[in-house]
């Protein structure tokens, strides 16, 4: 049976894979509640550092276009290219945004799709640092925002599909 190491901190035992498949993935329940707090508290801080929502610019304003983008877009992008149907839950920039309204792609609707929360949470974790550092080298190059917006999105579907 496949085994991996406990995901609590300071904790080295192993962890069967059936219990990670019920969600769990600390070898004990002490673990699992020392593995929670611990992961409360630093997403709290996470959180201080990079400000509230409305602070990064996901105000009002943002609030209706997503609920009007979520109405018309409603299956999330990535799973719809796998031939799954998931309804959408957040709509993602497919070139991250930095620096909330001040960044240009913020409003661009061309760089926004509709992801499912497992998506969402797939491509910020696994994706968001490629694309834009790949818009990033593109801007710098000189080349247009079409061009550089076309190349991004093209990395995304690579990434998406793989």
Not at 106 to 127: E, I, P
Request: aromatic share 6%; charged share 30%; with cysteine.
């Amino acid at each position: 049976m496949p085994l991996m190491i406990c995901r609590a901190a300071g904790c080295q035992r192993t962890v069967q894979k059936p219990r990670m498949a019920l969600g769990l993935s600390t070898c004990s329940a002490r673990c699992e509640a020392r593995y929670q707090q611990n992961w409360r508290g630093n997403r709290k801080i996470a959180d201080e550092r990079r400000g509230s929502s409305t602070a990064r610019g996901y105000d009002s304003r943002w609030q209706r276009y997503r609920e009007t983008y979520i109405r018309e877009n409603r299956l999330c992008a990535r799973c719809a290219a796998r031939d799954e149907a998931r309804l959408v839950e957040h709509v993602d920039h497919i070139v991250p945004v930095q620096g909330g309204r001040a960044d240009p792609l913020f409003d661009v609707t061309s760089n926004h799709q509709g992801l499912c929360r497992d998506c969402h949470v797939w491509k910020t974790a696994k994706c968001d640092d490629a694309i834009r550092k790949r818009y990033d080298l593109e801007r710098s190059a000189g080349a247009s925002e079409d061009v550089v917006l076309d190349t991004a999105r093209h990395l995304w579907e690579l990434l998406r599909d793989a």
